[in-house]
């Protein structure tokens, strides 16, 4: 069995909130290759979303309106557009204050021919970082999802049960399930088995059609962490990850607790669910982003309680310009970014993020348009996305005949078409 720490360190202490005891510890390293060339050239968790913000910006916003203040950030593939926006948004943190940011990519500390081997391999190369902060608390987090949560309510849980882990959950139908790590509990939500990707997935007591699946959260005492680390660096038969490896054996050997979503959710008068999502396809990232648009979305952007914070770039208003029948600037249930100009073209439903310009006589809709790229005169766009800088040439046409879309870009079986400059880049030849 494994040694239970003191258990005076279990206590919840009356010196303030218990997140300002914890260091937030971030993966971010995943390439997210599902989303087709959207993560060519960048990870993830630094995949635009929202009109201003990134993917990993969730995460990071989730911790800090918790109240902590210390954070860890692990980075591996394709990590220079992710480090260069944590450098620019999130250089506020100061050490002074006790506060800490680090950047920590694979730099080879534990072994010069290992990168990150898995997720638990991703914090043990940084165990000697990590420890100068002197944290008591671990939250490991997923940098890739979208959804707002407040995490002080789950380390409040995992102190009260005296858990050794503590593993964020939601609930999904058995369908889903089978691509999630899935858990099975008792009356109490103590884990007694945690599978990855069961093809026949556990139920949730009294409810035969739902399971109990892991967000890839997960809260240690931080000294019962290292301790595990330092175990499971030892096994050689280790594939060094958390839901595969660590998280199965402490609920062999340990106490391993769920936490719901739905009990530390965070959501605004204009929410009525709890809000998650893995935008990890071309379709979810679209349907997500285009969700947005709604007259009241499921998910809160203008929450001014839990703002999500991103580096904002200083850019003049948006501005729509032209006032002619057919080469009308103008815009219907879309949101329209900072340094956007909308030139004599029309709008419906869609997305446009800074500096985006689309020009006369040009119509789009459902569309999703990422930072700096630009429309030519005459398109016609629905149903699509558009990477970032890129430049649609003049009178094109995408969204109305699938087999020809097909042949030139992206198109996702739900019919969503992603545009890249390259793939424009051979349309020439």
């Known amino acids: 069995m494994i040694a239970k720490p003191d258990k005076a360190s279990k206590k919840v202490g009356a010196s303030g909130p218990l997140s300002r005891h914890a260091m937030a510890y971030v993966l971010a390293g995943g390439r997210g290759s599902r989303l087709m060339e959207l993560t060519d050239r960048r990870a993830k968790p630094a995949v635009y979303f929202g009109g201003k913000s990134r993917i990993i910006d969730f995460a990071l916003s989730n911790a800090l309106n918790s109240g902590i203040r210390r954070f860890g950030v692990a980075t591996q593939y394709k990590a220079h557009s992710l480090i260069r926006h944590l450098q620019r948004g999130w250089n506020f943190l100061r050490p002074e204050r006790n506060e800490t940011f680090d950047i920590l990519p694979a730099s080879q500390r534990v072994s010069e021919e290992a990168w990150y081997a898995g997720t638990a391999d991703a914090v043990y190369q940084n165990l000697d970082i990590i420890k100068d902060s002197d944290p008591k608390y671990m939250i490991i987090l997923a940098g890739d999802h979208i959804y707002k949560m407040d995490y002080e309510k789950m380390l409040q849980q995992h102190v009260e049960q005296g858990a050794d882990v503590t593993i964020g959950c939601l609930e999904v139908s058995k369908e889903?399930?089978?691509?999630?790590?899935?858990?099975?509990?008792?009356?109490?939500?103590?884990?007694?088995?945690?599978?990855?990707?069961?093809?026949?997935?556990?139920t949730m007591p009294g409810n035969p059609d739902r399971c109990l699946a892991s967000m890839g959260i997960y809260v240690f005492e931080a000294q019962f962490l290292w301790d595990q680390l330092e175990r499971d660096a030892a096994d050689p038969n280790s594939s060094r990850d958390f839901g595969k490896d660590i998280i199965p054996y402490i609920v062999k050997h340990g106490k391993a607790v769920a936490h719901h979503f739905s009990k530390s959710c965070v959501r605004s008068r204009q929410?009525?669910?709890?809000?998650?999502?893995?935008?990890?396809?071309?379709?979810?990232?679209?349907?997500?982003?285009?969700?947005?648009?709604?007259?009241v979305p499921e998910l809160d952007l203008y929450d001014s309680e839990w703002p999500i914070w991103t580096y904002g770039e200083i850019t003049p208003p948006a501005k729509f310009v032209h006032d002619i029948d057919g080469r009308r600037g103008s815009a219907v249930s879309s949101l329209v970014s900072g340094g956007c100009i909308v030139s004599g073209a029309f709008l419906k439903r869609s997305l446009l993020f800074t500096g985006v310009r689309v020009n006369s006589y040009s119509m789009v809709?459902?569309?999703?348009?990422?930072?700096?790229?630009?429309?030519?005169?005459?398109?016609?766009?629905?149903?699509?996305?558009?990477?970032?800088?890129?430049?649609?040439?003049?009178?094109?046409?995408?969204?109305?005949?699938?087999?020809?879309?097909?042949?030139?870009?992206?198109?996702?079986?739900?019919?969503?078409?992603?545009?890249?400059?390259p793939m424009l880049d051979l349309l020439g030849r």
Not at 178 to 202: A, L, N, Q, W, Y
Request: proline share 6%; glycine share 8%.
């Open 271 to 295: 929410e009525s669910e709890p809000y998650w999502r893995d935008v990890g396809t071309v379709d979810a990232y679209w349907e997500a982003n285009i969700d947005l648009t709604d007259v």
């Open 365 to 421: 809709e459902n569309t999703i348009i990422l930072p700096q790229s630009s429309v030519g005169r005459g398109c016609r766009l629905r149903n699509v996305v558009v990477d970032a800088r890129v430049s649609i040439p003049d009178g094109l046409v995408v969204g109305e005949d699938p087999e020809f879309d097909a042949k030139r870009f992206r198109r996702t079986e739900k019919g969503v078409c992603l545009i890249t400059q």
């Open 176 to 202: 889903e399930a089978t691509g999630f790590g899935v858990m099975h509990v008792d009356d109490h939500d103590r884990i007694i088995s945690f599978v990855e990707k069961p093809k026949d997935p556990p």
